[in-house]
Every structure is written in structure tokens, then in C-alpha cells.
């Protein structure tokens, strides 16, 4: 184990692993991070809290992991490296593990001019490859990236992203690798709904021999409504949502719960490909349907690890 | 004035490993002014090269190697050495080797960091191709910059935002990495792309650390 987090647990013991994921306030109120926590617990194996997604400022991820903990929910700590140079990522890393935090996702972050503050300086002083490996140093060899030697253990389950329905297609397998290379353990993917390029992108996997070395988290965007898929299809960078999805919100009579069947359909046809290791549902704003999911996708109880 | 440094030799060396011939570009602007790729240390280049066992195919002054048609023009007198080369080594700014690498498809290698625009820009000027970064990355990216065409500035790219060769920050932005990628892929060097890069020393690039070239008299 290299952090024992629940799930690290759930991921080693082989169990498909579910995960959801929580956006913190536009504000310091703790109430909603924290109910949030406690409806998802007993569906989800770990809880993502994002990092100023969007580039719109919110609440810090560390400080939500942190409330997450308090309900006994294991967090996952995403990291951005828009906003954060060498120093202070490398702080942030301490602070979390010193909260009991163990699983960091690792990203670059959407650009800041998408966001609520456009004109803001852009960091980037590592990029998410870079940031893999600079928590792999800190936790296998105990050092900084300047050499210097980090006092104590430093456990850590290290995720990052990657988009199979970004370009170029066949390059991106390659540059996946280079991720398991820099220390990745676990891959959680932009949502699928094209699964037929998710397949072929699954198969390019194994055919680098990658699988055995990373665990691969489907993501999982439920839609409720026919509007949010066309803003998804047409204006979120790297979601492809095919236009079949739109017509079938279209011309459902219960467009919510044809959004459901949308993604138990999509869940369905992942848990068949043998190196999918779990899910990630991005439920933006539609939390409560998360545990609709989950058990309706027989993902229920989860594993005690 | 760009101002540039040569590359310490011990790095270039590192690039020419496993190749045996090698052509040397200079240029006789900026370069010239900096004593970084004249014709002097162009000639020197050579002599060291060959001291290590290289073979030096020929070289070539460009007047402004950052003028991409001149360089053109520059190169046809030197096409069939050219060819017999498995390599160019371009003494000059980050604008003058993106401009070689854009007339050949051959690998092209930096000599030279590019430290400061010195208050004037280049001769190729369609756009932004270098940002003075001072520790210059072509070499690995095929010549073709990612710190100024990436929004990014990545250097494992490209990110998840990159559709259909486009930038997801603005659909005029044509994807650096992308670029970068497709040109790899048709000199046959994508294998380049492997390896996981260390952090850059951004304390040496133009916005990233003290003044290097503190200006001396108001």
C-alpha cells in the first residue's frame, strides 16, 4: 500500500471502484460540502473535491477534503498547477497528508481565461506530468524537487486525468504512458458518452501494456436535462457528446429520467470491458442522483476494505 | 538586438549522440552581434565538432536566419549537404531555429539559449515564436516552441483541450503541441516525446526571475 486510503483499498483489492465528486461554495459556509459528504458516503468508495474548476474561485480543495473527513468520507484532493508554482504546490502536499489526505488528483487546470477572474496570471510553473512525478519524488525517494530531503513519510495515492476524446487520438495513449513513467496510480477520464471511442481508446491501453499498470476510472456525467447536453456538446472544451444523447433528451416525456437510463446504458457498457477498474460520476449540480446510480447499477453495498 | 548564449558544448553534444553528420547554420544578424553564431563561431563549432568525431557537412550564413524566406533561398546552394546531413545545428535565436526547422524536414538542434529580445523583435514577424525563456526546449520539441505557442507553456502536452488541432482557449489558436506532434511524427521522431521532463528553470526566462540585463544608464 503505498497510502492506504479507502480507495487505494478498494482499487487493490481488485472491487470496482466508485467515485463522485464535489464542488465547494462560492463562500466559506461549511453546511454544504458537509451534507454533500453524507448523502454520497455509502455509494462512493472516495469524493473528488475540485480545484477552482472552471477557473472560477471557490472554497480551496484542501479545506474541502478536510470537511469530508470530518463525515468519514475519503477524499480526493484536486490539484491544479494554473494557480500554484513549485513552492507552494509542494506546501499544499504537506499540509494534506499532515490532514490526512492521501489520494491527490493531478491537473493542469482550465485555462484562466474561462473563468471568473480572466485577466489573472497564469502559473503553470510545473505541468500535471511534472506534478505527478514531483509527489512521486516526495513520497519513494522523501525529497523536494531541488534534492532537498523531506522530514518523515509522505503516503500518497497519486491520480491524474486524461481525455480520450481529445486530439490527437492516437498520440494520446503516448502521452498516458508518460504518465504511468512520471508515477500515476490511478487515471479518472473526462466523461464518456461516445463509448465506442472510449473502447477503442481502452484497447489502444492494452495494447501499449499499460493496463496492468494503472487503474482506469471511467467518468460519468449524468444529464438532466436536454439543454445542459447541447451546452456540453457545444461549448465545454474535450466532452464529446454525441448528437443521439441530445435527441433522446429531446424527445423524452421524463427528461430526467431518460438522463438516467443514459447513464446506467453508459455504466453498463464500461463494467464489460474487463480493464475498466471503476467509475467516476461528475454530477455537477445533481448530486442526489448519484445514489440513484450507484445502486441501480448494482454497485451496491460498497466494499468494506 | 536578440540577445542570445551558446549552449554550454557538453549539451549540445548530448543532442548529437548516435548521429555522425552534422550541418551547421549561423547567422550573420544578432548572432553575429552576440558572438554566438558568426561566422566565427560558426567555423569554431565546426573544428569542435570534428574534434569529437563528428562529421560537419557545411556551413551556412544566413543574414537573418529569423527571415524564413531568406533562410529558404540560403539553403538551396547548400540542398544536396543538406540532405546528407542527419542533423542541423543553428547557432541563433529561438525565431532563427523555428525558421530552419520550418524550411527542412530534418532534425534540428539549439545551440543557442535566447536570453532577451533586447527591445527589438526578429525578422519573421507573423507572430509570437519566442519568449525568451533562456533555456531553450526546441531540441526536444522538434523546433517548434511550446512555451510561447502552448497557453499552457506545457512540456508534456498536449492537454485535454485540444480539438481537432485547435487550442480550447480560442478556436484561432491552432494546438502548439499539436504542431509539435505532427512534426515529429513526419520527420520520425516522435520517440522524442517519451521521457518525463524535469521542471524548467524558469528563474532564467525573461519574466520569470530577477533582471539578468539590469539597464545601466537612464
Same mark, same amino acid.
Given at each position: 500500500?503505498?497510502?492506504?486510503?479507502?480507495?487505494?483499498?478498494?482499487?487493490?483489492?481488485?472491487?470496482?471502484?466508485?467515485?463522485?465528486?464535489?464542488?465547494?461554495?462560492?463562500?466559506?459556509?461549511?453546511?454544504?460540502?458537509?451534507?454533500?459528504?453524507?448523502?454520497?458516503?455509502? %455509494?462512493?468508495?472516495?469524493?473528488?473535491?475540485?480545484?477552482?474548476?472552471?477557473?472560477?474561485?471557490?472554497?480551496? #480543495?484542501?479545506?474541502?477534503?478536510?470537511?469530508?473527513?470530518?463525515?468519514?468520507?475519503?477524499?480526493?484532493?484536486?490539484?491544479?498547477?494554473?494557480?500554484?508554482?513549485?513552492?507552494?504546490?509542494?506546501?499544499? /502536499?504537506?499540509?494534506?497528508?499532515?490532514?490526512?489526505?492521501?489520494?491527490?488528483?493531478?491537473?493542469?487546470?482550465?485555462?484562466?481565461?474561462?473563468?471568473?477572474?480572466?485577466?489573472?496570471?497564469?502559473?503553470?510553473?510545473?505541468?500535471?506530468?511534472?506534478?505527478?512525478?514531483?509527489?512521486?519524488?516526495?513520497?519513494?525517494?522523501?525529497? %523536494?524537487?531541488?534534492?532537498?530531503?523531506?522530514?518523515?513519510?509522505?503516503?500518497? %495515492?497519486?491520480?491524474? @486525468?486524461?481525455?480520450?476524446?481529445?486530439?490527437? %487520438?492516437?498520440?494520446?495513449?503516448?502521452?498516458?504512458?508518460?504518465?504511468?513513467?512520471?508515477?500515476?496510480?490511478?487515471?479518472?477520464?473526462?466523461?464518456?458518452?461516445? @463509448?465506442?471511442?472510449?473502447?477503442?481508446?481502452?484497447?489502444? /491501453?492494452?495494447?501499449?501494456?499499460?493496463?496492468?499498470?494503472?487503474?482506469?476510472?471511467?467518468?460519468?456525467?449524468?444529464?438532466? #436535462?436536454?439543454?445542459?447536453?447541447?451546452?456540453?456538446?457545444?461549448?465545454?472544451?474535450?466532452?464529446?457528446?454525441?448528437?443521439?444523447?441530445?435527441?433522446?433528451?429531446?424527445?423524452?416525456?421524463?427528461?430526467?429520467?431518460?438522463?438516467?437510463?443514459? #447513464?446506467?446504458?453508459?455504466?453498463?457498457?464500461?463494467?464489460? /470491458?474487463?480493464?475498466?477498474?471503476?467509475?467516476?460520476?461528475?454530477?455537477?449540480?445533481?448530486?442526489?442522483?448519484?445514489?440513484?446510480?450507484?445502486?441501480?447499477?448494482?454497485?451496491?453495498?460498497?466494499?468494506? @476494505? | 538586438?536578440?540577445?542570445?548564449?551558446?549552449?554550454?558544448?557538453?549539451?549540445?553534444? +548530448?543532442?548529437?549522440?548516435?548521429?555522425?553528420?552534422?550541418?551547421?547554420?549561423?547567422?550573420?544578424?544578432?548572432? !553575429?552581434?552576440?558572438?554566438?553564431?558568426?561566422?566565427?563561431? &560558426?567555423?569554431?563549432?565546426?573544428? !569542435?565538432? !570534428?574534434? !569529437?568525431?563528428?562529421?560537419?557537412?557545411?556551413?551556412?550564413?544566413?543574414?537573418? &536566419?529569423?527571415?524564413?524566406? =531568406?533562410?529558404?533561398?540560403?539553403?538551396? &546552394?547548400?540542398?544536396?549537404?543538406?540532405?546528407?546531413?542527419?542533423?542541423? =545545428?543553428?547557432?541563433?535565436?529561438?525565431?532563427?531555429?523555428?525558421?530552419?526547422? +520550418?524550411?527542412?524536414?530534418?532534425?534540428?538542434?539549439?545551440?543557442?539559449?535566447?536570453? +532577451?529580445?533586447?527591445?527589438?523583435?526578429?525578422?519573421?514577424?507573423?507572430?509570437?515564436?519566442?519568449?525568451?525563456?533562456?533555456?531553450?526546449?526546441?531540441?526536444? $520539441?522538434?523546433?517548434?516552441?511550446?512555451? &510561447?505557442?502552448?497557453?499552457?507553456?506545457?512540456?508534456?502536452?498536449?492537454?485535454?483541450?485540444?480539438?481537432?488541432?485547435?487550442?480550447?482557449?480560442?478556436?484561432?489558436?491552432?494546438?502548439?503541441?499539436?504542431?509539435?506532434?505532427?512534426?515529429?511524427?513526419?520527420?520520425?521522431?516522435?520517440?522524442? =516525446?517519451?521521457?518525463?521532463?524535469?521542471?524548467?528553470?524558469?528563474?532564467?526566462?525573461? $519574466?520569470?526571475?530577477?533582471?539578468?540585463?539590469?539597464?545601466?544608464?537612464?
Amino acid at each position: 500500500m503505498k497510502a492506504g486510503t479507502n480507495l487505494e483499498k478498494v482499487l487493490e483489492s481488485k472491487r470496482f471502484a466508485v467515485t463522485a465528486e464535489v464542488g465547494p461554495p462560492k463562500g466559506a459556509g461549511t453546511s454544504g460540502v458537509l451534507k454533500k459528504g453524507e448523502k454520497l458516503k455509502e %455509494f462512493t468508495d472516495a469524493i473528488n473535491v475540485t480545484d477552482n474548476q472552471t477557473a472560477i474561485v471557490r472554497m480551496c #480543495s484542501l479545506a474541502g477534503c478536510t470537511l469530508l473527513k470530518r463525515v468519514g468520507v475519503d477524499p480526493v484532493l484536486q490539484m491544479v498547477v494554473r494557480d500554484r508554482n513549485r513552492i507552494a504546490i509542494q506546501s499544499d /502536499i504537506l499540509g494534506a497528508v499532515a490532514l490526512g489526505i492521501g489520494n491527490i488528483l493531478c491537473l493542469s487546470g482550465d485555462y484562466q481565461s474561462f473563468g471568473n477572474h480572466p485577466t489573472a496570471k497564469g502559473v503553470y510553473d510545473l505541468d500535471s506530468v511534472q506534478l505527478i512525478n514531483t509527489l512521486k519524488k516526495m513520497r519513494d525517494e522523501r525529497k %523536494f524537487i531541488c534534492g532537498e530531503a523531506i522530514a518523515g513519510e509522505l503516503p500518497l %495515492f497519486i491520480g491524474a @486525468v486524461e481525455n480520450p476524446f481529445a486530439d490527437p %487520438f492516437e498520440y494520446r495513449v503516448f502521452r498516458l504512458a508518460r504518465k504511468v513513467k512520471a508515477g500515476v496510480d490511478f487515471i479518472q477520464t473526462q466523461a464518456v458518452f461516445d @463509448v465506442a471511442r472510449f473502447e477503442k481508446w481502452m484497447k489502444l /491501453i492494452k495494447d501499449h501494456g499499460l493496463e496492468e499498470q494503472v487503474h482506469i476510472l471511467a467518468g460519468i456525467i449524468p444529464v438532466k #436535462s436536454a439543454g445542459m447536453a447541447r451546452y456540453m456538446r457545444d461549448y465545454v472544451s474535450g466532452v464529446t457528446v454525441p448528437d443521439e444523447v441530445v435527441t433522446r433528451l429531446e424527445q423524452a416525456t421524463d427528461v430526467k429520467e431518460e438522463g438516467l437510463k443514459i #447513464s446506467l446504458e453508459i455504466i453498463e457498457q464500461i463494467m464489460e /470491458i474487463p480493464q475498466v477498474h471503476g467509475i467516476h460520476i461528475m454530477a455537477v449540480g445533481w448530486e442526489e442522483i448519484v445514489p440513484v446510480i450507484v445502486e441501480q447499477a448494482g454497485l451496491l453495498p460498497r466494499p468494506e @476494505v | 538586438m536578440l540577445i542570445t548564449e551558446q549552449k554550454p558544448m557538453e549539451e549540445i553534444l +548530448s543532442y548529437l549522440g548516435g548521429e555522425e553528420k552534422v550541418f551547421i547554420v549561423g547567422c550573420k544578424g544578432c548572432a !553575429e552581434g552576440c558572438q554566438t553564431g558568426g561566422e566565427q563561431q &560558426a567555423i569554431g563549432m565546426e573544428k !569542435e565538432l !570534428e574534434a !569529437e568525431g563528428k562529421t560537419v557537412t557545411g556551413i551556412c550564413l544566413v543574414d537573418f &536566419a529569423c527571415n524564413e524566406q =531568406l533562410t529558404r533561398m540560403m539553403f538551396e &546552394a547548400h540542398e544536396s549537404k543538406i540532405v546528407d546531413s542527419d542533423s542541423l =545545428l543553428v547557432l541563433c535565436c529561438g525565431i532563427g531555429i523555428q525558421a530552419v526547422a +520550418s524550411v527542412v524536414d530534418k532534425v534540428v538542434h539549439p545551440g543557442c539559449n535566447t536570453v +532577451s529580445l533586447g527591445g527589438r523583435h526578429g525578422e519573421w514577424r507573423d507572430g509570437e515564436r519566442c519568449q525568451e525563456c533562456g533555456q531553450c526546449v526546441l531540441e526536444y $520539441t522538434g523546433g517548434i516552441c511550446p512555451i &510561447a505557442r502552448c497557453a499552457k507553456q506545457i512540456l508534456h502536452g498536449p492537454c485535454g483541450g485540444s480539438v481537432g488541432g485547435k487550442c480550447e482557449v480560442s478556436p484561432d489558436l491552432p494546438c502548439g503541441w499539436q504542431l509539435i506532434i505532427d512534426r515529429l511524427t513526419r520527420i520520425g521522431r516522435l520517440d522524442r =516525446l517519451t521521457d518525463v521532463v524535469p521542471p524548467k528553470d524558469w528563474g532564467v526566462s525573461l $519574466t520569470g526571475g530577477p533582471p539578468t540585463r539590469p539597464i545601466k544608464r537612464q
